[in-house]
């Protein structure tokens, strides 16, 4: 797989949190491809690294060290400012715990990216995502006023509101119950393959896992193993 076909390239990428006696070694010479449109599957136990690796490649962390393109673009030579508008425009992103701003009602919550982009119809594009994920009516609620599993697809409206190149998705079904996850992932798969968005999910979901692409299985801050065909277990 070529760059040009990339939407993500890590070469090398090494990563140390913390500090003193308690610095450790996150992520260790990681080299992925993840190509434009493809879905993939970060699984592995609990300390592996796959949560940082997203925050990564979504340009909330910065390595110490290693290549991350996305999109093309080096996110190292990027200043925050830069990194803060090339992640706004090019990446969305979905958290387990929602991240909704409290005294913002669904619709400007879903707007915030919009008017950061400059957008002049932000809250009628607002409007028609919130639609698209069944919450036309429930846009003057607060995030208060609504249910786990209404608050999430508030959050992924937001997330791709402005039609990012990249989605990732960080254990978004981890607050909600089975019938409500399922829901949210059946719709993060369809949006994913009507925008022809890449995808990149962390799950400890094994049957989850399954419905991308490819599957990408990270240990001790190495990635094991990734392949199209990997067989996982059952789901616990």
Request: glycine share 12%.
């Amino acid at each position: 797989m070529g760059t040009e076909t990339s939407a993500v390239e890590l070469s090398g990428v090494n990563i140390h949190l913390g500090r003193g006696a308690s610095r450790v070694h996150v992520l260790r010479d990681i080299d992925l491809r993840i190509g434009r449109g493809e879905a993939i599957g970060l699984v592995g136990p609990s300390g592996s690294g796959k949560s940082t690796l997203l925050m990564v490649l979504a340009g909330l962390e910065r390595p110490d060290g290693g290549l991350v393109l996305v999109e093309g673009t080096d996110l190292a030579k990027l200043d925050e400012d830069r990194l803060a508008r090339f992640r706004g425009a090019r990446i969305g992103i979905v958290f387990q715990s929602f991240h909704l701003i409290p005294t913002m009602t669904a619709l400007e919550n879903v707007a915030i990216p919009l008017e950061l982009q400059g957008a002049s119809d932000a809250l009628h594009r607002a409007h028609e995502e919130l639609a698209g994920v069944g919450l036309a009516d429930r846009a003057a609620h607060y995030p208060a006023q609504l249910s786990g599993g209404e608050q999430q697809r508030v959050a992924l409206a937001r997330a791709i509101a402005g039609n990012p190149a990249i989605l990732v998705a960080d254990e978004p079904t981890g607050n909600l119950d089975d019938a409500t996850g399922t829901a949210i992932i059946d719709l993060i798969f369809d949006l994913q393959r009507a925008r022809g968005t890449t995808l990149v999910l962390v799950t400890h979901d094994a049957s989850l896992a399954r419905r991308c692409d490819r599957v990408v299985r990270m240990r001790s801050g190495r990635i094991e193993l990734a392949e199209t065909d990997l067989i996982l277990p059952a789901a616990q």
